[in-house]
């Protein structure tokens, strides 16, 4: 027997359903979808990340773990305010807003509206548990989109058509979730005898005018089709956030009402009176609002583990954060406790390269993301020495193993691959969960979309 084979078999991300689905029928499936060759919305013609037309095969107790920390880590992290900072305006102005106590007054205040956001975790997977690298909140989490590649990747597998099979294998539709999830908040803000429920989306990260028309239209398709299904109409506008103004009592965008509003790109600046306004009235629904600043933080994983470690929550609760949640300290000049030892922070980084990630507490896209394994010394060195004297703010972050899947590379050879899972929380419920994969032999370290990994829908395999 090949052992080789064999061990493809034990580690694929087909699992032990490897040799049904990598039979004969299917030599001929491309490794990558081609998006020209499909119908896919106008947006994804030009899609510029590779999507794999192999699927993800996960178990159903694989995915019940992934859903427990998305239902509960967005609602946590809520609670740092009032259970870190005894919800004093000065010491969260000092950590997250630079002394600027103004904001930090009107952080707290968006805080206490208790506002559902949307979130996603990114997550490893190793020796059966998952540990959580970040929790991104808000509209402009991605990868929710990549749903649109289902059928696709669904018409290429018999498997999933097959009558005897065909009720086996689950794909949550992150997509559909998503929606369902915007819809159902932004109704609450809608008067019963009100049938035209408009939302504005933010899109002022698009800088193509032919890419946010595109966008605009395939968002528009989604939200009306769930608006149809509570026999309600309207629709999605953007435009400029300084055209919604607040007339009586009421946000409006040229002719329209609004109920809802949400950025679906990282918007950078200030958020327009009016809009604030309607927010505070409890006239719209924002989940994009002045505390999603200090949701996004990174170090509030730290914050995180040092509330499990007095034992704040839940011992359940406890316990499940300290599993989950990689030792993480912001990067200062100073002493640190580390696996009950006291040592400098900095003497831990140079004497144990390759057991720390050194990243950007408010960064994105696997920008600013430095792991130790993957430098020289030299460069090492020059990292710590530069984030340390940066006007951003760093943390440092135990390194987490992966166990690493054998997938269909470029060239559709079954190799090893890295996964980073992003996993979807919609107000206190999963969504679903996707991946991204990078050959491990070419792998530089940071698995993102945007640095070129490769992504895949799964499945879960219903018993």
């Known amino acids: 027997m090949d052992k080789s084979n064999l061990t493809i078999k034990r580690n694929s991300i087909l699992q032990d359903h490897y040799i049904n689905f990598k039979g004969k029928d299917n030599i001929e499936i491309p490794a990558w979808v081609d998006p020209q060759d499909y119908k896919l919305p106008e947006i994804f013609k030009e899609y510029k990340y590779p999507v794999s037309s192999w699927p993800i095969l996960i178990k159903s107790e694989t995915a019940n773990k992934i859903a427990v920390l998305c239902e509960k880590l967005p609602k946590m992290i809520r609670r740092i305010p009032e259970l870190y900072f005894q919800n004093d305006v000065k010491k969260i102005a000092d950590f997250y807003y630079k002394g600027n106590e103004m904001i930090a007054q009107f952080v707290l205040m968006c805080n206490e509206k ?61 997509q559909s979730n998503y929606i369902n999830f915007l819809v159902e908040r932004t109704i609450k803000y809608v008067p019963k005898d009100i049938d035209e429920v408009n939302i504005f989306v933010e899109l002022g990260h698009i800088r193509d005018d032919e890419m946010k028309k595109n966008s605009l239209i395939f968002f528009n398709e989604l939200f009306q089709k769930e608006l149809q299904k509570r026999r309600k109409n309207g629709k999605a506008v953007t435009g400029e956030l300084t055209r919604l103004k607040l007339n009586e009592g009421n946000l409006s965008f040229e002719d329209r009402q609004i109920y809802g509003v949400i950025f679906l790109g990282i918007t950078k600046g200030n958020i327009p009176q009016d809009l604030f306004r309607a927010f505070i009235m409890d006239k719209i629904y924002f989940p994009d609002h002045l505390a999603l600043s200090m949701y996004s933080d990174k170090r509030n994983l730290q914050l995180l583990r040092t509330l499990a470690e ?20 912001e990067l200062k000049d100073n002493d640190v406790i580390f696996r009950q030892k006291l040592t400098p922070l900095c003497s831990l980084l140079l004497e144990n390269q390759e057991k720390f990630v050194i990243k950007a507490a408010n960064g994105y896209q696997g920008k600013d993301v430095f792991i130790g394994n993957c430098q020289s010394k030299e460069e090492w060195i020059r990292i710590i020495d530069e984030t340390l004297n940066s006007d951003k703010i760093f943390i440092v972050q135990e390194f987490c193993q992966t166990t690493d899947f054998f997938a269909p590379n470029k060239d559709n050879e079954w190799t090893l691959h890295k996964m980073i899972w992003g996993a979807f929380g919609f107000g206190e419920k999963y969504g679903g969960v996707w991946v991204r994969m990078s050959e491990t032999e070419k792998n530089i370290g940071v698995i993102n979309s945007a640095t070129g990994a490769v992504e895949a829908i799964v499945y879960e395999i219903r018993s």
């Open 310 to 329: 007095s034992r704040t929550f839940s011992e359940e609760e406890n316990e499940l954060l300290l599993k989950s949640i990689p030792w993480t300290v």
């Open 114 to 174: 208790n506002v559902d956001v949307g979130s996603r975790l990114d997550l490893t997977f190793f020796k059966g548990e998952f540990n959580i690298l970040e929790v991104n909140m808000g509209s402009s989490i991605g990868g929710w989109q990549i749903q649109s590649f289902e059928p696709i990747i669904r018409s290429f597998h018999s498997q999933f058509s097959k009558i005897e099979t065909s009720d086996q294998f689950l794909s949550r539709n992150i």
